[in-house]
């Protein structure tokens, strides 16, 4: 008896007919899709650069001319190794340096190669006594500290994480927008069935569970549906752009699972404190 009286209840209050509830599981795989694709991008991005910034914050590089002496720049490395914070220094062979060169210059165009010369530093690193060691035997060398733009490139992608957080505020409040606008249009198509569920004792806690299910369900589906298009949108990314793969990690996929689960929350907890209140209110 009680169980038919319950599911007499469900279809009384039932949200399906809404034009508007209908639109929630739609909004519901595009803002998660959008959620997930940004969270899954901005994650593989955080490891591309702590590889990149790994390698660039540790690592200086000298530039002699080809003509140079091979006895001066053993002299030369000699005395920066003894720099204080250099932890090794070594000549790049000459394949290492055309393979460096290759982005900047075309194949057909032959050019005697520089000598590069690539120092391991550490956080105790002294670059005024490195660059005095170098330009006191090579005055024309050229040094390459990639910690100055390893600011540069810091900046920018701490900017992109930033506006990224801003996108991600902005869809949860979209979702809570909508939730909110999805129950109140609800309820008020059902205010008949409404009243007549109070009048005969529902409470306030009962009728709001009832809404709550429904968006609950509803959301769900729409985070598989975000999650499903999320993948799918990885997977051919990384089938195009396979450089890529080395940067898409478990935190990745990790993130596209479930930061797009963040709008299922706000859902139910918009849903349940929009329900109350119109409930209480006698508004509808």
Known sequence: MLSAQAKAARKALSLQGDLVFKLLLIMTVLLGWIAGVVAGGLMGLENAYSQWQLDQSSKVSVYLMPESNPSEVE??????RVVDGVEKAKVLLQDDVQELLQPYFSAENYF???????AKVQ?????????????????????????????????GVRTMQGVSTVLAMIILVIMALLVSLTVRAG???????LKILQYIGATDSYLSDLV???????SIM?????????????????????????FI????WLGVVFIPLLLVVVSVVVALFTTKYVVQSKTV
């Open 187 to 193: 309820l008020r198509a059902q205010r008949r069935s």
């Open 123 to 155: 956080n105790t690193f002294n670059f005024a006594d490195f660059e005095t060691a170098v330009k006191t035997r090579f005055p024309t060398a050229e040094i390459d500290d990639a910690r100055d733009m390893l600011k540069r490139v810091t900046t």
């Open 75 to 80: 002299d030369l490395l000699r005395s920066i």
């Open 112 to 118: 005697p190669l520089p000598i590069v010369l690539e």
């Open 222 to 246: 729409g985070w598989g549906g975000a999650v499903a298009l999320s993948v799918i949108t990885l997977l051919i990314t990384l089938l195009f752009w396979h450089d890529l793969m080395p």
């Open 249 to 252: 990690s478990l935190s990745v």
């Open 212 to 218: 709550v299910r429904q968006v609950f369900q509803r």
